[in-house]
């Protein structure tokens, strides 16, 4: 499937892009890239103005002025994607799971960005299994 295809095939109320601390010396993954295009390139303002912080555990919830067919996107710090550890990845699970509790959102499509490592999306992929407002969570890489 086609990165834009998948972008407006998705219709979860909430999407949640994980960006690590290193975006501003690459470029963000390609689908999280498309998702800040269609929005206006706003995350990409937003991160270099200083009103996002990208530090591990850093949340920020962002409009979406009616660009993409969703509510909400969240945007959630890695830190260091470089130093992302099994223990972290189960650290940041329940924050996001605390987050989506209360966001009141039980389906939202997760985006981690392709230089996530993978051992860490794993843990993030385990994990959900045994946290109800994961469950039923859509996970993405790239």
């Given at each position: 499937?086609?990165?834009?295809?998948?972008?407006?095939?998705?219709?979860?109320?909430?999407?949640?892009?994980?960006?690590?601390?290193?975006?501003?010396?690459?470029?963000?993954s390609p689908l999280i890239?498309?998702?800040?295009?269609?929005?206006?390139?706003?995350?990409?303002?937003?991160?270099?103005?200083?009103?996002?912080?990208?530090?591990?555990g850093d949340r920020t919830?962002?409009?979406?002025?009616?660009?993409?067919?969703?509510?909400?996107?969240?945007?959630?710090?890695?830190?260091?994607?470089?130093?992302?550890?099994?223990?972290?990845?189960?650290?940041?699970?329940?924050?996001?799971?605390?987050?989506?509790?209360?966001?009141?959102?039980?389906?939202?499509?997760?985006?981690?960005?392709?230089?996530?490592?993978?051992?860490?999306?794993?843990?993030?992929?385990?994990?959900?299994?045994?946290?109800?407002?994961?469950?039923?969570?859509?996970?993405?890489?790239?």
């Amino acid at each position: 499937m086609a990165l834009r295809d998948e972008v407006h095939s998705h219709q979860e109320k909430t999407w949640i892009l994980c960006i690590a601390e290193n975006f501003v010396t690459k470029p963000l993954s390609p689908l999280i890239d498309l998702v800040d295009w269609y929005n206006n390139q706003l995350l990409t303002k937003s991160i270099l103005g200083g009103q996002v912080k990208l530090k591990f555990g850093d949340r920020t919830l962002m409009a979406t002025s009616g660009l993409l067919p969703v509510e909400k996107i969240l945007i959630m710090g890695l830190g260091n994607s470089e130093q992302l550890t099994t223990a972290q990845g189960k650290i940041f699970i329940q924050d996001l799971s605390q987050t989506l509790e209360k966001l009141g959102e039980t389906n939202p499509w997760v985006i981690m960005a392709a230089d996530t490592p993978p051992k860490f999306i794993e843990e993030i992929k385990k994990s959900r299994t045994s946290i109800n407002s994961l469950s039923q969570a859509n996970i993405s890489v790239g």
